[in-house]
């Protein structure tokens, strides 16, 4: 009798088990995580911009980019924002992306800290892409009124 309970414990032990691993995998599919080489600089009269590499992933459904940059102030005076230095557009295609992060909003945030000259700074900015295969392109616009710039992403 004792034999046959341990078996029948065993048994929907290793059910739980199994059940639980199974639930795991699913949870793993629903936030993918794709990391892309960048590796691009971008040199403007006050800065530079530097984005290495960007995170691609959906998340509850959605899809999203990751862009840390870093940003070097050159020669502002005192010191300054990445907000003050640059703006930015980020499309895919023809659409203009939604920051999903509230980083140009939310005065804690990246885009607000102050960097002195000679300072690098990273700005953690997060955007809802449209899908999964278009290209993004991230637009900076300076501030100084000089020639915007531009880095391509390659999603796929």
């Not at 691993?21 to 911009?49: D, H, M, P, R, W």
């Amino acid at each position: 009798m004792f034999k046959r309970i341990s078996i029948i414990l065993l048994a929907f032990l290793c059910m739980v088990v199994f059940a639980a691993c199974g639930n795991e995998k699913s949870s793993k599919n629903n936030e993918s995580n794709n990391k892309i080489e960048v590796n691009k600089e971008l040199a403007f009269q006050n800065f530079k911009v530097t984005i290495n590499e960007v995170s691609v992933y959906e998340k509850d459904g959605k899809s999203y980019i990751d862009l840390p940059i870093k940003w070097l102030n050159q020669s502002f005076e005192d010191k300054t924002t990445f907000l003050a230095a640059t703006a930015m557009d980020v499309k895919q295609g023809d659409k203009l992306l939604n920051e999903a992060n509230n980083a140009w909003s939310d005065k804690q945030s990246d885009v607000h800290s102050t960097n002195a000259v000679g300072g690098e700074w990273k700005v953690k900015l997060t955007y809802e892409l449209t899908n999964l295969n278009d290209d993004v392109d991230v637009t900076f616009v300076p501030m100084s009124g000089e020639e915007s710039q531009s880095i391509t992403i390659k999603i796929k």
